[in-house]
């Protein structure tokens, strides 16, 4: 099968659809498929993939590229990358990452052309909730997970509580964590706390530790990648994400369950489907019930271990390998 992927935002370019774009071109090369991506992001180095990657080609390259493949898919609606479709007629394949709308809810009129372009595409979505997000009918094919990189190293132990991965912005919800810290104190309990990452809100988030007397039970680590990552990962217990918006599926869910934590996250949104059996999930922005349920897991630290169990066949299901046979039992159906 002949796959040519439009993708805007490329590496060097780095974020979730990359990510995602990325791991799924490798995996369906490896699976014997060929494989082209355009992209209009430039290189910066001399990285080699094992797929051809075709930047910023201008028209005549893309309708060749177009009249070459088998399926054209897109990673979410690009407008821009529709054009070869209106003069050459090929499969559309989409699949969706994230909303099509503003973070008020209101949808401007390009949000509301792409929901009308799901009508003449094969959808396939990361979560039910996005997937009920658009018009158009969708399947739901979750997110993998770098399971090479985020797995579990029974040699460290697991002697920390509470741990926060991800970029220190408002809509990240760390505030109603440290707020949680707080009214867990006054109920006896004094669990530690290690964010890691940075961003905008961290000077912020110090004085808001300093303000409620908690700053020795927080832990601003900053910055840490992969083996350093995955070791500090798996020196926690309970991984908390408490997104105050919906996310769409949330990736950093799974890489905290292979790493042998039990997830507290946000429920609106794709993130329960990531947690799925591995953990409990919470009204967005709600700290008492977020309050609630960590001092209940600490108190009865047995209920880590049945949601640990589920963790196995959970994962199972967002390997590399696995998300990408999906996609292509789909795909092969077009063709």
């Given at each position: 099968?002949?796959?040519?992927?439009?993708?805007?935002?490329?590496?060097?370019?780095?974020?979730?659809?990359?990510?995602?774009?990325?791991?799924?071109?490798?995996?369906?090369?490896?699976?014997?498929?060929?494989?082209?991506?355009?992209?209009?992001?430039?290189?910066?180095?001399?990285?080699?993939?094992?797929?051809?990657?075709?930047?910023?080609?201008?028209?005549?390259?893309?309708?060749?590229?177009?009249?070459?493949?088998?399926?054209?898919?897109?990673?979410?609606?690009?407008?821009?990358?529709?054009?070869?479709?209106?003069?050459?007629?090929?499969?559309?394949v989409i699949t969706h990452q994230t909303w099509y709308r503003s973070l008020d809810g209101s949808m401007n009129w390009q949000n509301r052309l792409k929901h009308m372009v799901t009508h003449f595409a094969t959808n396939i979505s990361a979560s039910h909730a996005l997937a009920k997000s658009i018009p158009a009918a969708s399947s739901v094919i979750p997110n993998s997970y770098s399971e090479d990189i985020f797995y579990e190293m029974p040699e460290v132990y697991r002697s920390q509580e509470l741990v926060f991965l991800g970029r220190l912005v408002s809509d990240k919800g760390v505030n109603l964590l440290i707020e949680a810290l707080a009214?867990?104190?006054?109920?006896?309990?004094?669990?530690?706390?290690?964010?890691?990452?940075?961003?905008?809100?961290?000077?912020?988030?110090?004085?808001?530790?300093?303000?409620?007397?908690?700053?020795?039970?927080?832990?601003?680590?900053?910055?840490?990648?992969?083996?350093?990552?995955?070791?500090?990962?798996?020196?926690?217990?309970?991984?908390?994400?408490?997104?105050?918006?919906?996310?769409?599926?949330?990736?950093?869910?799974?890489?905290?369950?292979?790493?042998?934590?039990?997830?507290?996250?946000?429920?609106?949104?794709?993130?329960?489907?990531?947690?799925?059996?591995?953990?409990?999930?919470?009204?967005?922005?709600?700290?008492?019930?977020?309050?609630?349920?960590?001092?209940?897991?600490?108190?009865?630290?047995?209920?880590?271990?049945?949601?640990?169990?589920?963790?196995?066949?959970?994962?199972?299901?967002?390997?590399?390998?696995?998300?990408?046979?999906?996609?292509?039992?789909?795909?092969?159906?077009?063709?």
């Amino acid at each position: 099968m002949k796959i040519l992927i439009y993708s805007p935002l490329f590496y060097p370019s780095i974020g979730g659809l990359e990510t995602i774009i990325s791991t799924s071109a490798y995996e369906f090369t490896h699976q014997g498929h060929e494989v082209k991506l355009i992209s209009q992001t430039p290189a910066t180095d001399s990285k080699k993939f094992p797929f051809e990657v075709i930047r910023q080609p201008k028209i005549r390259q893309v309708l060749k590229l177009t009249q070459w493949c088998d399926i054209y898919l897109q990673g979410c609606v690009s407008l821009k990358g529709l054009w070869p479709l209106m003069f050459i007629s090929k499969p559309l394949v989409i699949t969706h990452q994230t909303w099509y709308r503003s973070l008020d809810g209101s949808m401007n009129w390009q949000n509301r052309l792409k929901h009308m372009v799901t009508h003449f595409a094969t959808n396939i979505s990361a979560s039910h909730a996005l997937a009920k997000s658009i018009p158009a009918a969708s399947s739901v094919i979750p997110n993998s997970y770098s399971e090479d990189i985020f797995y579990e190293m029974p040699e460290v132990y697991r002697s920390q509580e509470l741990v926060f991965l991800g970029r220190l912005v408002s809509d990240k919800g760390v505030n109603l964590l440290i707020e949680a810290l707080a009214q867990l104190k006054k109920m006896g309990l004094t669990p530690k706390l290690t964010i890691i990452g940075s961003g905008p809100e961290e000077s912020k988030l110090r004085q808001q530790a300093k303000d409620l007397e908690i700053t020795k039970q927080v832990n601003f680590a900053g910055i840490k990648v992969e083996y350093e990552l995955v070791k500090l990962l798996n020196s926690h217990q309970i991984m908390v994400v408490p997104s105050i918006w919906d996310e769409p599926f949330g990736i950093v869910a799974l890489e905290g369950i292979a790493c042998g934590c039990v997830v507290v996250g946000s429920e609106g949104g794709g993130l329960k489907d990531a947690i799925g059996p591995c953990g409990v999930t919470f009204p967005n922005a709600n700290v008492e019930r977020l309050t609630h349920i960590i001092f209940d897991l600490l108190s009865h630290p047995e209920k880590l271990t049945v949601y640990r169990e589920k963790a196995g066949a959970h994962l199972a299901d967002h390997t590399s390998k696995a998300v990408a046979a999906a996609y292509l039992k789909i795909l092969e159906r077009l063709i």
